[in-house]
């Protein structure tokens, strides 16, 4: 969800920016990264870099909540 995407945003301490703004995209909206990126204007190399990180964010979450 948008609110989940931005606690995540939060946690990771997300820039303001295209790639963030392209990174929701992807993750929310479930837009192509290609066409995310297009759509926020950066590359599609910082996009895949800022995915990489959201994801790692997302598995080191999930790795700390099965350890309760």
Request: hydrophobic share 50%.
């Amino acid at each position: 969800t948008a609110a989940s995407f931005e606690a995540l945003a939060q946690l990771l301490r997300l820039r303001q920016g295209p790639q963030r703004e392209a990174a929701r995209l992807v993750l929310v909206g479930g837009v192509r990264q290609a066409d995310a990126a297009r759509m926020a204007g950066c590359s599609a190399s910082a996009l895949g870099n800022t995915l990489r990180t959201c994801r790692a964010g997302l598995e080191l979450a999930r790795a700390a909540i099965a350890e309760r």
